[in-house]
């Protein structure tokens, strides 16, 4: 079992920047490959990035060049550094874990983007 917890969202300004961080406890996240989801009201929940155990990442192509996903497996947190926001950009972000060889998976609760003037 990991419970996984997200913070740092917020309200932003377009162009401006946030960094999300999931911190996960009961278990060593080391062993998790790790994940951010966002969804909107209404819409399915959509993979922003993920992360493999040896660090390996992937992005979404609306996303690649502006967001940054990282671990720090000494502090069990996964990352989301999130720049030149977007109004777009406005969801609700899950962090997500799963060992490589299961297929449950483990989700926050989420936390809130808002991009807007």
């Known amino acids: 079992q990991v419970q996984l917890v997200e913070s740092g969202g917020g309200l932003v300004q377009p162009g401006g920047s946030l960094r999300l961080s999931c911190a996960a406890s009961?278990?060593?996240?080391?062993?998790?490959?790790m994940a951010w989801y966002r969804q909107v009201t209404g819409e399915e929940r959509d993979l922003v990035a993920n992360?493999?155990?040896?660090?390996?990442?992937n992005y979404a192509d609306s996303v690649k060049g502006r967001f940054t996903i990282s671990r720090d497996n000494s502090k069990n947190t996964v990352y989301l550094q999130m720049d030149r926001l977007k109004p777009e950009d406005t969801a609700v972000y899950y962090c997500?874990?799963?060992?490589?060889?299961?297929?449950?998976?483990?989700w926050g609760k989420g936390t809130l983007v808002t991009v807007a003037s």
């Open positions: 997500k874990g799963r060992r490589p060889w299961s297929t449950l998976d483990y």
């Open positions: 009961g278990s060593e996240l080391s062993g998790f490959a």
């Open positions: 992360i493999g155990t040896r660090g390996n990442t």
